[in-house]
């Protein structure tokens, strides 16, 4: 049997049993990746395994690391204006390797399968075609089957949040594996398809903001990889175009960088960070951990209730307390506050004027610095 039929059929059989998945569900979240190593482990008994001795793997995987720093800059500048959402995955240690651990075996062997499908059946276009079909498959195999596609407003959301998002991938890492092999794929996923299970808050951009980044970024890398390979002869000169891509790029996500973290200190966005100087929150918040806070107006303060950890001014300091009782009486809001670490509560009401905003979550330990400074400029000057 010649190799392209044994591909044909490797890629048919799977796309049957995928198809038998979403009736019968036979997989699932911790069973999904062994499936995907038994197939793996079959496509190489048919067809073989080549080594992955492509050139320019390593630029291609920069240009990845670049790009995905990039993009998670600009989505989550983004977020701090139109507002974050909690992550809805337990952030526990045991919950967060339940969740990795799976998902990077599925990444793992989904790749290795494509990388296969594509080395074996490069000359031929049926082949290439199929695989992005098959890939993209794999890809919603277990998210399919939770859409109720008599229901409108779940089709258009299948087809936003995951289909037109899976096509656009999974044409961009088959042409990708074709042009540099599986390392650079595998990358890429776990740049982006890990961090949801990690951080705590994600940018709330809406359905069709999201979808249009997760269509763009990978035909700007298709474009980008492309423009690699096109000036790949001229490899041996100081500044080719793709030195400069990178080092332009670069330069970019520095700035960037810079801007988000002067912004976040500053106060430009609706969110910005305070370094904890006192350990009147502990252990809730810590002295030398960074609280992100985000600022309200005063129909969102208005709303507040008893429990809520209130960031306000008292007699030019910030101060940062939780919500112990409120008084609504006379047409006025009237905040009371304490210190979980303190016995004794607050000594002053805090009235709208002089709220900030509520602490949203902490970084640990990472304003230690600031703190270890502060307090050495305070007591020289002692």
């Given amino acids: 049997m010649k190799g392209k039929d044994k591909l044909l059929i490797f890629s048919i059989a799977m796309l049957v049993i995928l198809i038998l998945n ?24 048919l067809v073989g395994w080549e080594k992955d ?24 500048i983004i977020g701090f204006f139109l507002g974050f959402l909690k ?12 969740n990795i651990i799976p998902t990077i075996l599925t990444i793992i062997f989904a790749e290795l399968i494509r990388y296969q499908l594509v080395k074996k059946g490069r000359r031929y276009k049926l082949i290439l075609v199929l695989t992005v079909f098959l890939m993209t498959f794999i890809d919603l195999a277990l998210v399919i089957r939770t859409f109720d596609f008599g229901v409108g407003t779940d089709i258009v959301k299948f087809i936003l949040v995951y289909l037109c998002t899976s096509v656009s991938k999974n044409i961009f890492l088959t042409y990708l594996t074709d042009k540099v092999g599986y390392k650079s794929s595998i990358v890429y996923r776990l740049l982006f398809e890990i961090p949801i299970y990690l951080l705590p808050i994600t940018p709330d951009l809406g359905i069709y903001m999201d979808t249009i980044f997760k269509i763009v970024l990978p035909i700007v890398l298709t474009f980008t990889i ?23 790029t670069s330069l970019v996500v520095f700035a960037l960088l810079m801007l988000t973290i002067v912004g976040l200190t500053c106060g430009w966005f609706k969110y910005y960070t305070m370094v904890i100087g006192s350990p009147s929150m502990t252990p809730i ?11 309200l107006n005063k129909e969102e303060i208005s709303k507040l209730e008893i429990g809520e950890i209130l960031v306000f001014n008292y007699r030019d300091k910030i101060v940062m307390h939780r919500i112990i009782e409120i008084d609504r009486s006379n047409n006025k809001i009237v905040f009371y506050t304490k210190g979980d670490f303190n016995e004794a509560a607050d000594g002053y009401p805090i009235e709208v004027d002089d709220v900030i905003g509520t602490t949203k979550f902490r970084i640990k330990f990472l304003g230690y610095p600031t703190v270890w400074l502060n307090e050495t400029i305070e007591k020289t000057k002692k």
């Fill in 22 to 45: 979403t009736i019968f569900k036979f997989f699932n979240f911790y069973t999904y990746p062994l499936f995907l190593f038994v197939a793996f482990i079959s496509l190489r008994f």
């Fill in 53 to 76: 001795n492509f050139r320019y793997k390593k630029d291609s995987i920069m240009i990845i690391l670049i790009y995905g720093i990039f993009y998670t800059l600009i989505i989550y």
């Fill in 87 to 98: 992550n809805s995955y337990n952030l526990s240690f045991i919950s967060i390797v339940k």
């Fill in 226 to 248: 492309y423009k690699l390979f096109q000036n790949k002869n001229l490899e041996n000169n100081i500044d080719t175009p793709r030195k400069k891509i990178i080092k332009r």
């Fill in 285 to 295: 918040i810590n002295k030398g951990d960074i609280a992100v806070t985000e600022k």
